[in-house]
């Protein structure tokens, strides 16, 4: 079989275009078989391209075409020319937009061939396991549902571009052969080849560079930028993904927070759905005590406080720790439960929860023995008929009372609270049916702790990043130097910082901070972060130096694009709205990537392989 040039030849139409207006006119499609049909004296191919499919039909009166068509196959590459014909009342096709006309063939060019795919594009649902799809990227994004994602993706970035746009933004590029930027995973470094034995890094974010754009004056900055962290991988992380990132100058909160509202709305929008802003607001505390986790699902009703209902003696018998939390969980239509489902409860909590925590799912019990807990508990919670509650409380230990660690079993008790709400919300998802699709619930999460222990280097870690601004009233507490920064009972463990997340149903969106944009403050933070003056230079100088030349008070944002187009096109992975995406492993399955270099290129570079 010869294969043909276009020599010339042009497309009028697109695969998807032609509609019952067309008919009579003479088109000309080119694009990939999707498939075939031979019944003999009619040849049907469906032709493919990324708008859709139109029906071609070869006939015996052409003979000479009608005999190339027979060779046809899957994903072949082929120009047709022909007539657009209505198709008989009978064989419309009302699932496909062209399927009111036909096109009859008068010229076929082949203009490639394709070997058997290891899957069919025009297969959906074949069971084909993903490390084929990597592999076979190319044939993969041939199929209509990634083609469907990545288009989105497109109309999601155009959609941020025009309203961030029309917010005043200009999109300004910052540098990805950079130095290190912290934000707490581990940098991939690239080798100068020039400047022998030093590493650029790829940008964990373009946190500092956006600092200094503000610090230039530009006012207001946004970028669709990609970042590259080096982390062990879980399913929904990859090591280079995309930020929507802004920067702004003499921003309150309720300014940034208003920009990314506007923003989401045009992006949702373009999916079309609609959610209602501005969202609401909760303390890191809040949603800890409240929820049991700093990002709360607010698809399901909050936890609530019901200590008061239980007497010393209660809680003796019950074997719960008298000075902790007791909360409830409430998850509206669960109706009865089978005994099956009641033995499944008790796997719900992971065995190092399990230390920690108990939790009593069977009020029948408790109410013979105790009515008037029960009573008050209902008075508490309010349930409907049918809505599942379960009491959780930390578990009776032996252990001295130690201030600090009473307060990490405090929210040791809630958290494992919040993980048990999600876990019992999923397991019974198919009832109360809150999860559904179209279920948007947004918030904004603020007033984080500036910093975290961190029990194995005994050290305290920026919880945001070192560039967020603590509160104002807050600000007396960094005076210890660098003896508060290795002390885990400073007062370092109580500043509240101006960071704030934005949560959608228990998912992180995006985070950011108002910053530090006086200098003395920043080389504080560092200190308090154990960074001596000498380290600080080191590392932060250049930026150091650049907060002394009139820098204006400015704030920000990150939200990852990613997973705002993974919700919006209902997919069930990262990996299904990024072309070209790496494996658990950070490995490319179809580049190889990453491979050995020659010998020549690291020898250009300096570099020498320890051969283990
Ligand atoms: N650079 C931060 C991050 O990537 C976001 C920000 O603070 O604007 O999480």
Known sequence: MELDFL???????????????????????????????????LIFIDLRDRTGQTQIMFDTDNAAVHEKAADLRSEF??????????????????????????????????????????????????????????????????????????????????AIRKNLNDQGFLEIETP??????????????????????????????PQIFKQILMISGFDR??????????????????????????????????????????????????????????????SYDDAIRNYGIDKPDLRLPAMTDVADAFTAEIKQTLGIEPGLPIVAIRIP??????????????????????????????????????????????????????????????????????????????????????????????????????????????????????????EQDARWNAAHHPFTSPHEEDMSKL???????????????????????????GMELGSGSIRIHQQPIQSKIFEALGMDDEEQKRRFGFFLEALRYGTPPHGGIALGLDRIVMLLAGAPSLREVIPFPKTAAATDLMTDAPTPVTDAQLKELSIGIKKS
């Open 479 to 505: 005076g210890g130097g660098l003896a508060a920064a290795r002390d885990v009972n400073s007062a370092l463990g109580e500043m509240r910082s101006r960071a704030y997340d934005v949560v959608l149903n």
């Open 77 to 158: 590459v082929i120009a047709v020319t022909g007539t657009v014909k209505l198709r008989d009342e009978k064989t419309r096709n009302k699932n496909l937009p062209t399927g009111d006309i036909e096109l009859i063939a008068t010229e076929l060019r082949l203009l490639n061939k394709s070997e058997l795919p290891p899957f069919l594009p025009s297969e959906q649902n074949a069971n084909v396991n993903e490390e084929t799809r990597l592999k076979y990227r190319y044939i993969d994004l041939r199929r209509s549902d990634m083609q469907a994602n990545l288009e989105l993706r497109h109309k999601v970035a155009i």
């Open 221 to 282: 900055y946004f970028q669709i930028v990609r970042c590259f962290r080096d982390e062990d991988l879980r399913a929904d992380r990859q090591p280079e993904f995309t930020q929507i990132d802004l920067e702004m100058c003499f921003p309150t909160e309720d300014a940034v927070f208003s920009v990314v509202e506007g923003f989401l709305k045009a992006s949702w929008e373009t999916a079309g759905f609609e959610f209602s802003a501005p969202f609401p607001r909760m």
């Open 7 to 41: 020599a010339g030849l042009q497309r009028t139409h697109r695969c998807g275009e032609l509609r019952a207006a067309h008919a009579g006119k003479t088109v000309t499609l080119m694009g990939w078989v999707n498939r075939r049909r031979d019944l003999g004296g």
């Open 333 to 454: 239509n669960v109706g009865e439960l089978s005994r099956k489902e009641r033995d499944e409860h008790k796997t719900l909590l992971q065995p190092r929860q399990a230390q920690n925590i108990k939790f009593f799912d069977d009020f029948k019990r408790l109410e013979k023995s105790w009515p008037e807990l029960v009573t008050k508990v209902r008075e508490l919670v309010k349930p409907s008929e049918g809505d599942l509650t379960v009491i959780v409380a930390g578990h009776q230990s032996t252990a001295d009372a130690e201030p600090r660690r009473l307060r990490r079993m405090h929210t040791e008790v809630y958290q494992g609270a919040g993980l048990l709400r999600l876990a019992f919300a999923q397991k019974y998802a198919a009832r109360h049916k809150a999860f559904e699709r179209g279920n948007w619930k947004f918030l904004w999460v603020t007033d984080f702790p500036m910093f975290e222990w961190d």
């Open 176 to 205: 990805y052969l950079t130095r290190s930027t912290p934000e707490g995973a581990r940098d991939y470094l690239v080798p100068s080849r020039v400047h022998a034995g030093e590493f650029y890094a790829l940008p964990q974010s």
